[in-house]
């Protein structure tokens, strides 16, 4: 999967680039995203639980 610089142009400019990207992405591509989101997502949670017992 090529990496496409997007932080240039209007907020509109910006969400039309992204959409144009994921609409692209085969469903192979989409599942594997939605899953590496899920597990960091999953993983920045337990590091939050873990830094909010240290200071108690």
């Known amino acids: 999967m090529k990496k496409s610089v997007l932080s240039f142009g209007s907020p509109k400019e910006?969400?039309?680039k992204r959409i144009a990207e994921i609409k692209s992405l085969?469903?192979?591509e989409r599942l594997?995203?939605?899953i590496e989101v899920s597990y960091t997502?999953?993983?920045v949670n337990r590091i939050s639980i873990q830094k909010r017992m240290k200071f108690y």
């Open 32 to 34: 594997m995203i939605l």
């Open 14 to 16: 910006l969400e039309a």
């Open 26 to 28: 085969s469903y192979l």
């Open 41 to 43: 997502l999953k993983i």
